[in-house]
């Protein structure tokens, strides 16, 4: 279902859409097409049964013309450099649309970690922190968890770093366990943000949530808790998917009682009272976004909502919490027919913004209850949003054009302010 397409050449064309909106000067546009640093890093791991076994990382910082560098790190057997450079430029756009007073970046490490033990994920992650360590730091970039990799990953660079230099340094990286240092509600903070925007977005295109209906492709920390978060508003969520298969019930799951029987048995296929979307779950997956469904949450992989799907889909909004679920030739298409998308980098900011509240709290010490976390993730995901609103009604493009263009505004004020250097 994913098409292989290089997000790198598709963060470029989002950028040059953004920059033809706003007249871009060419000379920080160019700036903006280029990362301000890679690094790629030679990881050797000793495996468990003696053998050595090399793997290769990188750290890109796009920009950091707002402020300190904020991305996380992948471990994937396809990530690449072009995927890693795309991402940390996202960053930079996600980071100025929330307004944190951040760059953008983003690492990665091409491994399969399924198929390393714990020791061995250890020794790679504590070699990856030290190749990284002299680019990053509290106050120059600090990583956060992405794809397979966890809070435990986290406490192992937290550990590394700090062994480097000599005392505790628990501002180095956000997406901490609770016990180092992490935050209250980072573990619901992107669905936390997605439902925010969400309530936004049904207010202005006067949606009311308690006749609605919603489907969410994927079903990990971003799809399960952005179901139970569409539940919670009031919406029949109908129908869920994972890589395993896609269920549909138009009365509406319980996704609570979906996540039990996930940990149960391993995916939501087969939960009782739902049918399969197909028995193939690829296609059951395709079907789950053509669903005559008010409201679609892609929040799995990237490039679903293709050209060959969009004008078949149905859903009147679409809230973006995967990265890059949609690409540049689906959003004219669906631009065109009228349907709304709110994009990735807003309605999945949530994250990264907890991690700024647990970046913050690291520094001081001082520790927020989930309230707190909550009452400050609605006021800045309920702002942004309609600075994302007015400035698509302004310029009269789509949300996501509207969105960079906020971004791409910020970063370059930052960058003419502080001027170019020497
Ligand atoms: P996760 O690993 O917890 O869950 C991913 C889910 O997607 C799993 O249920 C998996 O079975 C399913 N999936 C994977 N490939 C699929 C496919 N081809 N078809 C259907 N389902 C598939 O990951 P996550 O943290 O929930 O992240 C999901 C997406 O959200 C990613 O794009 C990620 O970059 C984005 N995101 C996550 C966060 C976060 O804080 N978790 C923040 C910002 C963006």
């Known amino acids: 279902m994913a098409e292989k397409l290089n997000p790198w050449l598709n963060a470029l064309k989002q950028l040059d859409k953004a920059a ?34 090399v793997f290769v990382g990188w750290r890109v910082q796009h920009n950091d013309a707002r402020g300190p560098c904020k991305g996380g790190i ?9 995927e890693v450079k795309a991402l940390a430029m996202w960053m930079t756009w996600k980071t100025a649309v929330v307004d944190l007073p951040y760059g953008g970046a983003k ?52 550990d590394t770093y700090s062994m480097i230099k000599g005392y505790p340094e628990p501002g180095v990286i956000t997406g901490k366990p609770l016990e180092l240092g992490g935050s209250e509600g980072r573990e619901e903070a992107t669905a936390r943000g997605l439902q925010y925007v969400t309530e936004e977005a049904i207010r202005v295109m006067k949606i009311d949530p308690k006749k609605s209906k919603a489907a969410i492709q ?57 049918t399969l979307l197909d028995k193939d779950p690829v296609k059951a997956n395709e079907k789950l976004l ?11 992989v990237e490039n679903v909502i293709t050209d060959k799907n969009a004008d078949n889909i149905k859903a009147r909004l679409i809230v973006e919490a995967a990265n890059g679920p949609t690409t540049p030739e689906a959003d004219d298409i ?64 789509d949300m996501r054009t509207a969105a960079l263009a906020l971004a791409v505004k910020r970063v370059v004020r930052a960058m003419e302010l502080r001027g170019i250097w020497p």
């Open 218 to 274: 994927g079903y990990g920390n971003a799809g399960y808790f952005s179901a139970k978060f569409m539940h919670e508003l009031g919406m029949k969520v109908v129908a869920v998917s994972d890589t395993k298969g896609a269920i549909y019930n138009p009365d509406g799951l319980d996704p609570d009682k979906v996540l039990e029987h996930k940990q149960k048995t391993g995916s939501v296929a087969g939960f009782p009272g739902s």
């Open 107 to 158: 690492g990665g490490v091409r491994v399969d970690p399924t198929k390393l033990s714990k020791a061995e994920l250890e020794r790679l992650t504590r070699r990856y922190a030290y190749e990284i360590a002299p680019i990053i730091g509290v106050d120059i970039d600090i990583p956060a968890p992405d794809v397979y990799t966890n809070p435990q990953t986290m406490a192992w660079i937290m």
């Open 334 to 397: 669906l631009h065109e027919r009228g349907v709304t998308i709110v994009p990735d980098i807003l309605s999945n900011a949530g994250g990264v913004t907890v991690s700024y509240y647990e970046w913050i709290q690291a520094r001081t010490r001082e520790w927020w209850d989930i309230e707190t976390v909550r009452k400050k993730l609605r006021a800045r995901m309920a702002k942004s949003f309609n600075d994302v609103y007015n400035m698509h009604k302004e310029l009269k493009v």
């Open 20 to 53: 033809k909106a706003i007249n871009l000067d060419p000379g920080y546009h160019q700036i903006l097409a280029h990362p301000k640093r890679v690094l790629e890093v030679e990881l050797p791991v000793r495996m468990d049964d003696g053998s050595i076994k």
């Open 290 to 300: 053509e669903l005559d469904v008010d409201v679609l949450i892609p929040a799995a």
């Open 74 to 82: 992948r471990y994937h057997p396809n990530t690449d450099v072009d």
